[in-house]
């Protein structure tokens, strides 16, 4: 018996990744960690969030929501000037990035709620992450999100990037019109990369908690987000059976699909230059994991 152990334990045993691969975990990992020490994913308080306190006259506090002002002077000439607007952030390449009928307008909301939310988590101590103002963001992929055992409720995930002042990119989730959950990265891509490159931080795009695996609330809708080199023409991304063509939007990969069955393995990535060459296939990458936690 513990000679079939021995010879299992060793059959099962992964074989040596190239020291480029295993710069790439580590690298990816710490990033992980990092995100994680910075509560870059966030559990949202009881308090509304756009909400503050604001000290009354009477030395008590009232709850007010933020209001944008505009101040006008009065003009010269009689003719009215219009208002001052705020613009908010850029829509994606294309209509099908927003899914489920979400509406432009609806996931710049969710955006502002998280920007919102992550002001007050500041103002309470929270480590300043400064990730600026929604007309700074693009927005990639809205669409609807399945409760688990982990983090109950459905609702919506919102997808955002900015390249300035640096790279970041935002994965945030809006449960019953309020923030719900925040994942703050960047562009994960590193001197070595492979062309198509996974975000590191988006499984939460595409899987429902390893609690319930095996029994996934279906159907289930799912997003792929990743980056791809300007040589890369075609990225596809297959998940349970079905394959989709992903839209290359500014140097981000977005897809997305409908699950109708549990699964074990990782969505299985693909990409081609503008000849229809093969340049990338995550099952040839050591460092892309293959099966779902």
């Given at each position: 018996?513990?000679?079939?152990?021995?010879?299992d334990?060793y059959?099962?045993?992964?074989?040596?990744?190239?020291?480029?691969a295993?710069?790439?975990?580590g690298?990816?990992?710490?990033r992980?960690?990092?995100a994680?020490?910075?509560a870059?994913l966030?559990?949202?308080?009881?308090?509304?969030v756009?909400?503050?306190a604001v000290?009354g006259?009477?030395g008590g506090?009232v709850?007010?929501?933020?209001?944008?002002s505009?101040?006008?002077?009065?003009a010269?000439?009689?003719t009215?000037?219009p208002?001052?607007?705020?613009s908010?952030?850029?829509?994606?390449?294309?209509p099908g990035?927003?899914l489920?009928?979400?509406?432009l307008?609806?996931?710049?909301?969710g955006?502002e709620?998280c920007?919102?939310y992550?002001l007050?988590?500041?103002?309470n101590?929270g480590l300043p992450?400064?990730?600026?103002?929604?007309?700074s963001?693009?927005?990639?992929?809205?669409?609807?999100s399945t409760?688990?055992?982990n983090a109950?409720g459905?609702g919506?995930?919102v997808?955002a990037?900015?390249e300035k002042?640096?790279?970041?990119?935002?994965?945030?989730?809006?449960?019953?019109g309020e923030a719900s959950?925040?994942?703050?990265g960047g562009?994960d891509?590193l001197p070595?990369?492979p062309?198509?490159l996974a975000?590191?931080?988006?499984?939460?795009?595409?899987q429902?908690s390893?609690l319930?695996k095996?029994?996934?609330?279906l159907?289930?809708?799912?997003?792929?987000i990743?980056?791809a080199?300007?040589?890369v023409a075609?990225?596809t991304?297959s998940?349970?059976?079905a394959t989709?063509e992903?839209?290359?939007?500014?140097g981000?990969f977005?897809?997305?699909?409908?699950l109708n069955?549990?699964?074990?393995?990782?969505p299985h990535?693909?990409?081609?230059?503008?000849?229809g060459?093969?340049?990338y296939d995550s099952d040839e990458?050591?460092?892309y994991?293959?099966?779902l936690p």
């Open positions: 018996m513990r000679e079939l152990l021995a010879e334990a059959t099962i045993r992964p074989s040596p990744a190239p020291y480029p295993i710069r790439r975990r690298v990816v990992e710490r992980r960690r990092v994680a020490a910075g870059v966030a559990t949202l308080a009881a308090v509304p756009g909400a503050y000290g006259s009477d506090s709850t007010a929501s933020p209001q944008s505009v101040s006008a002077s009065r010269a000439s009689p009215p000037t208002s001052a607007t705020v908010g952030p850029a829509g994606p390449a294309t990035q927003l489920d009928g979400i509406t307008a609806q996931a710049t909301d955006l709620k920007l919102a992550d007050e988590r500041q103002r101590g992450m400064d990730l600026g103002t929604a007309d963001y693009r927005i990639i992929l809205a669409l609807n409760g688990d055992s109950p459905d919506i995930y997808v990037v900015r002042p640096q790279e970041t990119r935002l994965i945030c989730n809006i449960k019953d959950g925040l994942n703050v562009n891509r070595d990369s062309p198509v975000d590191a931080n988006g499984g939460k795009l595409y429902q390893f319930d095996g029994s996934w609330k159907p289930f809708r799912w997003g792929f990743g980056t080199e300007s040589s075609k990225v991304v998940y349970g059976g989709s992903a839209v290359i939007d500014h981000w977005v897809a997305s699909g409908v069955q549990q699964v074990t393995l990782a990535i693909k990409g081609y230059d503008a000849g060459k093969l340049v990458d050591t460092a994991q293959k099966t």
